[in-house]
């Protein structure tokens, strides 16, 4: 059994961040990363890009993000290959986000939250990305043991994909958007923790020009990752516009933009530092 944290998630990331800068990086095995690669889509091709990454990154971003759809694929080898990924990433020193999206009723909830949240699970992460699109509520089980377990959870609020608005700009009877709402409950999680709260919301970087619809108080006292940066065509440029003042709370998420300098290991570590110096850049100015 892995030992529970001694620290709160939101304190741990924030030493990550100030140590190793902000930068999240994805492990998404995508079929045509495989195949870039020069990998077999199957276990073998899996096992060795997610190896890849995990050495080439692990002991230098703050954050791996590991894409559990992309090993699910192949079924139980699969997980047992996220396992090992995720085992090895925290041994050298970065913190694990599960993107796994979860999101059920309460006592279904309770489950998935033990196989991310609790340290007696394989599957045992820092943090793991929920939806809140069965209530907010419903997330309670998940929320209650990343509590417990010094461990975090990350939820829907302002997703990077364009069909995201029409659920998360929807106006509420009381005037407020469902988003808005979402980084209310956010809020309310963090109050008093510091120096960083363990509940963070997903806000994608892509979102420049439609924020404010959203009515978005993105002021958490919790971490907002932003994917969107590299594929989706969002940049670290696009950072301190659609953050603002809560941009030093921001985790940046690079998935294919880093992953397609792969299999090289010189050459993933390149990127990323790339990436990381454009995301400094960008804060600074
Ligand atoms: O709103 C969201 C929430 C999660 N994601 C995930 O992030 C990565 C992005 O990958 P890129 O290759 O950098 O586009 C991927 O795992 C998504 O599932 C997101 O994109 N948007």
Do not use: C
């Given at each position: 059994m892995t030992p529970t944290p001694a620290e709160p998630f939101g304190a741990?990331?924030?030493?990550?961040?100030d140590e190793r800068g902000p930068l999240c990086v994805g492990?998404?095995?995508?079929?045509?990363?495989?195949?870039?690669?020069?990998?077999?889509?199957?276990?073998?091709?899996l096992e060795r890009f997610a190896m890849t990454v995990v050495e080439?990154?692990?002991?230098?971003?703050?954050?791996?993000?590991?894409?559990?759809?992309?090993?699910?694929?192949?079924?139980?080898?699969?997980?047992a290959?996220?396992?090992?990924?995720?085992?090895?990433?925290?041994?050298?020193?970065?913190?694990?986000?599960?993107?796994?999206?979860?999101?059920?009723?309460?006592?279904?909830m309770a489950a998935y939250a033990a196989t991310y949240l609790d340290p007696a699970s394989p599957l045992f992460s820092d943090a793991v990305?929920?939806?809140?699109?069965?209530?907010?509520?419903?997330?309670?089980?998940?929320?209650d043991l990343a509590r417990e377990s010094g461990t975090g959870v990350f939820v829907l609020a302002l997703t990077s994909n364009p069909?995201?608005?029409e659920v998360?700009?929807?106006?509420?009877?009381?005037?407020?958007?469902?988003?808005?709402?979402?980084?209310?409950?956010?809020?309310?999680?963090?109050?008093?923790?510091?120096?960083?709260?363990?509940?963070?919301?997903?806000?994608g970087a892509t979102l420049g020009t439609t924020l404010g619809a959203a009515g978005a108080d993105l002021a958490i006292n919790g971490p907002l990752l932003a994917p969107g940066i590299g594929a989706q065509g969002a940049t670290a440029a696009d950072l301190p516009?659609?953050?603002?003042?809560?941009?030093?709370?921001?985790?940046?998420?690079?998935?294919?933009?880093?992953?397609?300098?792969?299999?090289?290991?010189?050459?993933?570590?390149?990127?990323?530092?790339?990436?990381a110096g454009e995301v400094r850049e960008a804060a600074a100015a």
């Open positions: 741990r990331l924030r030493r990550a961040m492990i998404d095995p995508h079929a045509s990363l495989l195949a870039d690669w020069g990998l077999s889509d199957d276990i073998a091709g080439a990154l692990a002991d230098r971003v703050a954050v791996l993000k590991p894409q559990s759809a992309f090993f699910e694929r192949f079924g139980s080898r699969g997980v290959v996220l396992e090992r990924a995720v085992a090895d990433s925290r041994a050298a020193g970065a913190l694990v986000l599960m993107d796994a999206k979860r999101g059920d009723i309460g006592s279904t990305t929920v939806s809140p699109y069965l209530g907010y509520g419903s997330l309670r089980p998940a929320l069909e995201g608005a998360q700009h929807a106006v509420r009877a009381d005037g407020s958007t469902v988003a808005a709402t979402m980084l209310d409950h956010l809020r309310a999680e963090n109050a008093g923790a510091a120096p960083l709260g363990s509940y963070g919301a997903v806000v516009k659609v953050f603002g003042a809560a941009v030093r709370d921001v985790v940046p998420n690079v998935s294919r933009g880093v992953l397609r300098h792969g299999p090289d290991v010189a050459a993933l570590r390149e990127s990323a530092a790339r990436f």
